[in-house]
Every structure is written in structure tokens, then in C-alpha cells.
């Protein structure tokens, strides 16, 4: 995309890119304070394997997306299951605290 247009898409898309990096680092830091009445342990290892696996194909579309000689998007159907991911991080969040889990920060430099 040429110019302002191309800018204006990569920062968006680069924000959004960080944004899924946050909610799947603070997934798995969820994880490793979750107890098995709020998640069963094999759901953990589950939902741990979907987070790592989907840090790597965010790893994968940032370093095709800087090797790309102009700017680009990315399809909305290879997002949609990060979003959903992001959702279940969210519900995850949201047991433990109705559990009375205390939910561990991430290390500021982190934080979106």
C-alpha cells in the first residue's frame, strides 16, 4: 500500500500484533496460577500448547510482514482464532477471579 495508507495500516496492524502478545503471555502466566477446580489439568496443558503454538504463528506473520517489500495486511480468518484465544484468556481471567485466585501482573514492560 502506498503511503499514508500503508503507514496508517502498519501501525494499526503492529499494535494489534502487540495486543495479541499480551493476552497470550498473560494467558500463560494465568495458567501457571490456575488450579485444577477452576481448569482441569489436561484443559491446562491444552490451552498452554494453543497459547505457545499461537505465539509462534505470531512470530511467523510479524517476520513475513517486515520481510515484505511494501506493507500488509494480514487475512482476518488467520486472526480469528488468535481472538478467540484471547476470549478464552479473558473467561480464564475471569473464573479465577470468581474463584479468589489472585491474579499475578506481568512485568510492566509487558503491558500494552
Known sequence: MPGAA?????????????????????GLLLLQHC????LAAGEQDALAQRLVDARKELIAARTLR?????????????MAPWH????KVW??????????????????????
Request: glycine letters at 4%.
Open 6 to 26: 500503508g503507514e496508517l495500516l502498519d501501525q494499526l496492524l503492529g499494535s494489534l500484533l502487540l495486543d495479541f502478545d499480551f493476552w497470550f503471555d498473560r
Open 35 to 38: 488450579p485444577e477446580n477452576v
Open 66 to 78: 517486515s520481510a515484505a517489500p511494501v506493507s500488509m495486511a494480514l487475512d482476518m480468518h488467520a
Open 84 to 87: 478467540r484465544l484471547v476470549l
Open 91 to 112: 473467561t480464564l481471567s475471569a473464573e479465577l477471579r470468581q474463584a479468589g485466585v489472585v491474579l499475578p501482573e506481568l512485568p510492566s514492560a509487558t503491558q500494552p
